[in-house]
């Protein structure tokens, strides 16, 4: 619900109780170079706006085949998706490893959204699983699935993490409850009435073996209201009456039944003070919706003014949830892989990287955002460096964290890198055809280095003039050979209150040789095969 100003404030610290309702870089992940036309249309899609939202998945053809099942006249299998929803991905030692794929994009009217070659137009729900990365120092992706599915368990009542939801907008709720109904699929049924009097129902469904959450939320539902007078239903307003008649004026009166459009990206969170901070000041957004109840509250930013999907993040008390891993403890085991994987930001092993939405905009430069992670406010800010190819078509700033510990995904005008991803730091070469899928991109290194040099093949890359090492235990080190042959370790943009995971001793770009390095280095060296230490040590990872 939205509320004035000035109500919002005195309601900004009451007391928060349980839920009354049960309710740069130019990539796509797996195709190559985005040659997008000019945006002209204003519905957030490929290309322009808020494009997808993508979740780490064990098993996302499963998820796919869900989603396609129930809600299969509205969305398609990406038009990108590799054949038989799996990519190869060809270390150079020759070895191979796979990329399991289960993503799926809305349908959509051709007038509303604008996609490129070989993508699709619509907003994306992509499931992934890059079987080579890790989750060093957190909870695996299998365990939070089943958290997730403990949590949520028949959708009878309502749990906070309903909150990491996408939510869609149809005309014709109903058809949707059909088909669920048909199957006994379970899902949450929430009521309400918006200020203009309308009466409005949504359905929340987890999509089974997967941490994702579908919302979709539609007016004048036969059965919602038939839920309602029987008490069946519960009552928070989902979809707040600004962002309803928003969405209503986008699709317009003559919006298709056969088309879901996307409305919002909503995580839980455990400190609105720092979503506020981050995406007002690192990210350029405004604040959309800032609703407040005794229940909960609702934060919700636009990147930009036309845009169509919101951001959102919601917080409740710990009781909100059932079960004792909460909303921060979720933020604070995302963030804790990070703090291991993401020591360097060329290093790609983080398997949380995957829990991201994109923000598409090739007009918009993303010189503000650097400049904020370059400043002293995003010291500890993590973020993610994508190879680049030599004619500078891919590649740099691709991912920033926000604190809940999901990413975006930033496909903009990379007019400036962050000081982390300098623009040589690691390169490609030129692929022919579509055979180069950025996914497959660990950190480790392919075709040329900046100087034109060869690439190494014992798990590093080159830095300028180092070596980057992913070590067994995640810690991303950047290794150089100083004048006098000793080994000096640095680190780009190593978050403060952070360092101490792979034992930087001081603060500074230059931190000379931490323990857990030169301990792992020396152990890598003693084994005498550092190829084979490599495979051995992400083998336990895995």
């Known amino acids: 619900q939205e509320l004035s100003e000035s109500a919002t404030k005195k309601l900004r610290r009451a007391p928060l109780r349980t839920c009354i309702l049960r309710p740069m870089s130019r990539l796509r992940a797996a195709?190559?170079?985005?040659?997008?036309?000019?945006?002209?249309?204003?519905?957030?899609?490929?290309?322009?706006?808020?494009?997808?939202?993508?979740?780490?998945?064990t098993d996302p053809i499963r998820g796919k085949e869900f989603l396609l099942t129930y809600f299969g006249n509205a969305m398609t299998t990406a038009s990108d998706e590799c054949t038989d929803d799996l990519c190869e991905c060809t270390e150079d030692d020759g070895s191979t490893w796979e990329i399991q794929q289960g993503r799926v994009a809305l349908n959509t009217d051709s007038s509303l959204q604008?996609?490129?070659?070989?993508?699709?137009?619509?907003?994306?729900?992509?499931?992934?699983?890059?079987?080579?990365?890790?989750?060093?120092?957190g909870n695996t992706v299998g365990e939070i699935e089943q958290i997730f599915a403990d949590k949520l368990g028949d959708m009878s009542s309502c749990d906070a993490f309903m909150d990491y939801s996408v939510g869609?907008?149809?005309?014709?709720?109903?058809?949707?409850?059909?088909?669920?109904?048909?199957?006994?699929?379970?899902?949450?049924?929430?009521t309400w009435e918006d200020d203009s009097g309308a009466d409005w129902t949504s359905i929340t469904v987890l999509v089974p073996s997967t941490h994702m959450v579908v919302e979709i939320y539609g007016e004048d539902s036969t059965y919602g209201l038939q839920r309602k007078l029987a008490g069946k239903t519960h009552t928070e307003v989902r979809l707040g009456a600004k962002q309803a008649a928003a969405i209503k004026a986008h699709v317009g009166?003559?919006?298709s039944s056969d088309l879901l459009y996307a409305t919002r990206v909503s995580r839980g969170t455990a400190d609105l003070d720092a979503i506020d901070t981050f995406y007002l000041d690192a990210m350029g957004a405004t604040l959309d919706v800032d609703a407040s109840t005794d229940y909960f509250e609702r934060h919700c930013f636009k990147y930009t003014t036309s845009s169509t999907v919101d951001i959102c993040f919601v917080k409740r008390d710990d009781s909100a949830t059932s079960s004792d891993f909460s909303v921060a403890d979720m933020e604070g085991q995302m963030n804790a892989v990070h703090a291991n994987l993401l020591v360097s930001p060329m290093c790609g092993t983080d398997k949380w990287l995957d829990n991201h939405h994109a923000f598409d905009d090739f007009e918009m430069s993303t010189s503000s955002i650097v400049e904020y992670l370059d400043s002293d406010a995003g010291a500890d800010v993590y973020y993610y460096c994508s190879p680049t190819t030599?004619?500078?078509?891919?590649?740099?700033?691709?991912?920033?964290?926000?604190?809940?510990?999901?990413?975006?995904?930033l496909d903009m005008d990379a007019t400036e890198q962050p000081s982390g991803c300098a623009d040589a730091a690691r390169q490609l070469p030129i692929q022919v055809g579509d055979t180069y899928n950025p996914a497959c991109d660990l950190g480790t290194a392919r075709g040329l280095h900046g100087d034109g040099s060869k690439?190494?093949?014992?798990?590093?890359?080159?830095?300028?003039?180092?070596?980057?090492?992913?070590?067994?235990?995640?810690?991303?080190?950047?290794?150089?050979?100083?004048?006098?042959?000793?080994?000096?370790?640095?680190?780009?943009?190593?978050?403060?209150?952070?360092?101490?995971?792979?034992?930087?001793?001081?603060?500074?770009?230059?931190?000379?040789?931490?323990?857990?390095?030169?301990?792992?280095?020396?152990?890598?060296?003693?084994?005498?095969?550092?190829?084979?230490?490599?495979r051995n040590s992400k083998q336990q990872s895995a």
């Open 31 to 57: 195709t190559t170079s985005l040659a997008l036309a000019v945006v002209v249309a204003s519905k957030d899609g490929t290309g322009n706006g808020v494009s997808k939202s993508t979740y780490a998945a």
């Open 114 to 137: 604008l996609g490129g070659p070989n993508v699709s137009a619509g907003f994306g729900l992509h499931l992934v699983n890059l079987t080579k990365r890790v989750t060093t120092g």
């Open 168 to 190: 869609l907008y149809t005309t014709d709720l109903d058809q949707y409850i059909t088909k669920l109904d048909a199957d006994s699929v379970d899902y949450l049924t929430s």
């Open 253 to 255: 009166a003559t919006a």
């Open 390 to 409: 030599v004619d500078g078509s891919l590649g740099g700033f691709h991912y920033i964290i926000d604190p809940t510990g999901w990413g975006i995904q």
């Open 455 to 534: 690439a190494r093949t014992d798990g590093a890359v080159g830095i300028g003039a180092g070596v980057y090492q992913v070590t067994p235990s995640g810690c991303c080190c950047e290794r150089n050979r100083s004048a006098k042959g000793g080994t000096l370790f640095l680190s780009f943009q190593f978050p403060r209150a952070l360092r101490a995971a792979c034992g930087l001793q001081q603060a500074g770009r230059r931190m000379g040789t931490p323990a857990i390095c030169a301990r792992e280095v020396a152990d890598r060296a003693s084994a005498g095969s550092t190829n084979a230490r490599r």
